[in-house]
């Protein structure tokens, strides 16, 4: 299988094909740091006492992922309710998930969208 040629990272090293120069890793996880002090914690988004008992609840309920049919683990919303309350307690919004697929296949889907 053909293998492609190494590039030249911004800062002068050779990069492997499909690799990341430590100057990129850094940068990133700078920007994802930026990015996480700016955002407000779980707490202010929404998900307090009263979200742990309805997601308890909810849970019990539909005890299987709707993707792939492992316990579900996690209560997602269909459609992102970015601090909309009334869409965040809208329950025909919400969907059962395992962790893998909410972490992975669902989370891709959003940065997509």
């Known amino acids: ?40 914690t779980a707490r202010e988004r929404g998900y307090d006492g009263k979200w742990d008992k309805e997601r308890a609840a909810y849970l019990a309920a539909h005890p299987t992922c709707r993707r792939c049919g492992a316990p579900s683990k996690v209560v997602d919303h269909v459609i992102p309710h970015r601090g909309d309350r009334k869409l965040f307690w809208s329950r025909s919004n919400w969907q059962p998930l395992c962790t893998s697929c909410h972490s992975r296949a669902k989370q891709a889907q959003e940065k997509r969208s």
């Open 1 to 40: 299988m053909p293998v492609r040629a190494p590039r030249i990272c911004g800062c002068g090293y050779k990069v492997a094909s499909g690799r990341q120069c430590a100057c990129e890793g850094r940068r990133a996880a700078e920007r994802k740091a930026r990015a996480e002090a700016n955002r407000p």
